[in-house]
């Protein structure tokens, strides 16, 4: 890997230009421009004292609701918002300067239970923060996965048992009440409180 001068890990990630892009920054302060990819914790901010970010509307909503802080989502001329097909609302941003630079935190590809996956883009410079980017990571294909699930309700309800299926609050929860729907199953989530 070639290191770029103009890439750090820093305040998340940081990309030095005459302007500061700072991608989910661990702090959102004052100066430079704060982009949320979206509202997961770990994409998240620990420290806000700024309340100025590039984001979409969902992430907005749900980073401001999780973070209990009124954000305020601005536009930047050099950044294009474009849907990474991770969870609702999550972005990557395309940052037009000497170089195209492409940040994007978890994203997507394929099409999957009503959500569109990221359609590639090309940049300069890519970068790619993921928890799951290693080689060592190798998952069954989704939709293996989906049936396993689906088939596993489907026997327990037929057999007379409610069934409670544990995710995430944000992401996997809503992933799940689509499935079910395709399985024409009736189902709600739990209301979630939030600790942190």
């Known amino acids: 890997m070639v290191e770029d001068p ?4 820093g305040n998340g990630i940081e990309l030095l230009d005459e302007t500061k892009y700072y991608f989910d920054p661990t702090d959102i302060g004052y100066g430079g421009i704060h982009c949320l990819s979206h509202a997961h914790f770990d994409h998240l901010p620990g420290k806000v004292l700024g309340d100025e970010v590039v984001c979409s509307p969902i992430t907005l909503r749900c980073a401001s609701d999780r973070l209990k802080k009124g954000l305020r989502a601005i536009e930047h001329p050099s950044i294009q918002v474009l849907d990474s097909g991770h969870i609702l609302g999550s972005s ?32 300069d410079v890519l970068i790619l923060e993921s928890t799951y980017g290693l080689p060592r990571y190798v998952f069954p294909p989704r939709e293996e996965s989906e049936k396993e699930l689906r088939d596993w309700v489907e026997d327990k309800i037929s057999s007379g048992h409610s069934v409670a299926v544990l995710a995430y609050p944000l992401g996997k929860s809503q992933e799940m009440l689509m499935l079910f729907r395709t399985c024409h199953l009736t189902s709600m989530a739990h209301p979630f409180r939030q600790r942190r």
């Open 92 to 123: 990557m941003f395309l940052v037009e300067g000497e170089k195209r630079v492409l940040y994007t935190g978890d994203l997507c590809t394929r099409d999957r239970l009503g959500m569109k996956g990221a359609t590639p883009v090309k940049a």
């Open 6 to 9: 103009t890439i750090r890990l």
